[in-house]
């Protein structure tokens, strides 16, 4: 066959070489081409082979696994997988269908190229495998998705359900960093029985009225004028003028000039030690000597004081941590500091998901600085006035209130009482500041034996009314506790990151990866193309201007 192409090729050759030239009145001889595919055409096609199918050859290997197909399992396995593989599939999943080359080279899709270079696991098992190879995996990945998307939304709603968490930064914070706390003294009774005695035949009310302040018994009170202000006044014991001694992390120290006269919200008169200041003790902390100045009964166990431990801006209520101390005893009261502070990235939740006050989140009546305790005082205060149209006396109130009286005592009596006051308590949204101090304290008394003796020397039937006190922190280290948010940008990365990871070996990479082949290369392609396109209408237009000018000219 060879030789009948090489000659009849060299015959045409020799024609078209051998032909006489023409002239312009002569036309040109006829010349036939020969379409050389025809000879290298197979004649039976039937019978031709791809060009990759060899026949193998048979082993021991091919006879095992020929006996293995005469199974009844085997032969259902390959005759369920070969009609797997043929079932249909939407458009949008013919990307799972395997390649039937036969032999020759397809070209391969954009994700067939993806799955070659991913990093993502088991995406290179799409290049090369069966149907329902590719089918099976396609299922795992989808799973492993889902179930990597689900693990991250309740890791989100956990922290949309708890957004912050409180942590121990360090047990070594030095107590000197740390703000004193105030100390309050309060007499165990209201009112002394000398005072209720002198006053109640002055202005002609029994002493038991006086003491419980009925509204039924103090008429003659509200004809004579006096208001309720000037009873509480009148009837209270100075607390301030029976502290002989103050001394403040020092001997030499007085500390005189830091008590204040205090009213507590039960119409106590006080006095307290750094109310409204901000003191720092380094070691010896509070000592106070206190006398009530009357001999005691040895039998009387209602003579002493109370001491109440706060912060130094809050208003002592029936809630504040409270310490008795009957009289001729000496009292060490150790406290034990706690640090609350906040970061930074607090600030950026709201309110309602934090469920604190920062300090300048919230108006204030009577304190600079927000606490809990005052805010419901506060509150409390606007409920009263709203009822009463008054205040009682010495409650935080707002320039311009008017301050109860007498008369206006049943209103505010039954306010307080009332069931509904009771559970408006709940909705003043009265929430605990984020960044504060708290103080835990634990206390050792014992009598004075010294001073007993030296009154029984005196006075056999009465007992020592001196009480020595001393306040100060139990250890140099303090316990700091940090309000931080659960989950910010940093540790989301890092759960997302983990999960994402375990579940389908994502990264960063393979992100980019993904942006690569989905955007970046299609658009390349697509303005290659368009480049090409471009070039080719240019060379058109270059050759249709030439063939005009050659035609003109």
Sequence with gaps: ?????????????????????????????????????????????????????????????????????????????????????????????EFLRARNDDG???????????????????????????????????????????????????SLSMSNERPTMRSITTMMKPSSEVPFPAITICAFEMFPLTRLRSKSKEWGVPPEMLWNLNFTSLQPLISKNISWKNVLEELATPMCNQIQRCEWDSPLRNCTDKLTALWTLDQRLCCSFNHQQ???????????????????????????????????????????????VSSGSVAHIMVQPFVNRITPSLAQISVGMRGCYLQKEHSRLSSSVYSQINCLAESRSEEIHKSCDCVPPHYPSRSGWKVCDLEQLHCVRECENNEKFKEEQARWNCLPPCQFNRYEFQSDIQILKSMENLSNASQPNHRSQQVLLRVYYDSPMAEEIVLDVYENWLTFIGTFGGITGLFMGCSFVSVFELIFFSCVRPTCNWLTRQQIMWRRRRRQRVGQANEVVRRAN
């Design 104 to 154: 020759l080279c397809k070209r391969k899709t954009g994700f067939e190229i993806y799955c070659e270079m991913a990093s993502i696991h088991g995406f290179h098992i799409f290049v090369g495998a069966k149907t329902w190879q590719r089918i099976l995996w396609w299922l795992l990945i989808c799973t492993a998705v889902l179930l990597s998307l689900l693990i991250v939304t309740m």
């Design 1 to 93: 066959m060879m030789k009948d192409i090489f000659f009849i090729s060299k015959q045409f050759l020799f024609e078209v070489m051998s032909a006489p030239k023409t002239t312009e009145d002569t036309p040109p001889p006829l010349v036939y081409l020969v379409n050389f595919e025809n000879y290298l055409k197979p004649k039976h096609s039937t019978k031709c082979q791809p060009l990759q199918r060899f026949e193998k050859p048979i082993g021991k290997v091919s006879r095992i696994t020929r006996n293995l197909k005469r199974l009844k399992l085997i032969r259902w396995y390959y005759s369920a997988s070969q009609r797997f593989g043929q079932l249909p599939l939407p458009k949008f999943l």
């Design 278 to 324: 901000q003191l720092f003790s380094s070691h010896l902390g509070l000592t106070l000597a206190l006398n009530q100045g009357c001999p005691v009964p040895p039998t009387n166990n209602s003579f002493g004081y109370e001491v109440l431990v706060h912060d130094s801006y809050e208003i002592p209520t029936e809630m504040t941590s409270r310490l008795l």
